[in-house]
């Protein structure tokens, strides 16, 4: 039986069980810059130290899956948080697991909306989708963990889950 | 007497001496996410660990200064370095001193042109110019040094020097 997942637009509150929003609104700021620029703080820190590990910087380039989408796997990152923030001003989706829950329970899943004007970072653990971009040629900026260890774990469904993004 | 600055097409090789490109162009990539995602990875390696720093990821929204650009001052970060990239398909730009020269001597400068789908990285200790922009509303995605320590020196000019972005 097909399980379909409803989306929720993506809040700092509702997802803060699970990492951080990097957005602006709301965030504190202060002006720098010879009063030429306003600077929104400190918006995530990124947690990625653990043995021996480093903050890199990288691009992802994505593209869309089928509709309706259809949930592959989950997976994690036990040495480090894990930020995304969008290249382009376009929507796109997050899917992350309950902490302490099964990730392959439909009950544990929650599906987000980010605009194209918010970011996320999962935090350490975290069950999370790959990536979900909803238009061709889709790049993001992502600051994430290089360094010895092990740090990806994966669960892959079994049964079908689809989005609602209809 | 007016000092006017050329402006260079940004690119890996001229900006080396500074820091890093942050760029797609010619980078190692591989592929992710069950096909859907090209991973264009470690693109910039961000060193702000010493003296208990630790990464932040912050968002500047910045304005344009009147034209012609007149240089205010330079700065530099001795703990560590600082990424930025531009969340709008718009060209910016990057103005840098020699390593080791003086940074208010109009001969230490270099101004680059960086495209809308380039980003920089500033070395620690290279001195650099605060953002400059070309349109209104221009937002980038920082990834510097939080934590202890003084991470700031800036140096004023006295001279007149302007941009030759005409």
Tied chains: 1, 2.
């Excluded at 376009?90 to 970011?119: C, E, I, Y």
């Amino acid at each position: 039986m097909t399980v379909k997942l409803q989306i929720e637009p993506l809040s700092r509150t509702e997802f803060s069980p699970f990492g951080e929003v990097i957005e602006t609104e709301g965030a504190e700021r202060f002006t720098i810059n010879q009063g030429t620029t306003e600077r929104y703080n400190n918006l995530s820190r990124v947690d990625v130290l653990s043995q021996g590990g480093w903050p890199q910087i990288s691009i992802f380039r994505s593209q869309p899956r089928p509709q309706p989408i259809r949930l592959d796997l989950m997976e994690r990152h036990p040495l480090g948080t894990q930020a995304f923030y969008p290249l382009q001003d376009r929507a796109w989706l997050a899917v992350v697991a309950k902490p302490d829950a099964d990730p392959l329970d439909p009950s544990s899943l929650r599906a987000f909306r980010a605009t194209g004007q918010q970011g996320v970072s999962y935090a350490r653990n975290v069950w999370h989708h790959p990536l979900l971009v909803l238009e061709p040629d889709s790049d993001f900026l992502i600051v994430d963990r290089g360094g010895p260890g092990n740090n990806l774990e994966e669960r892959e469904f079994t049964r079908t889950i689809v989005l609602a993004t209809g």
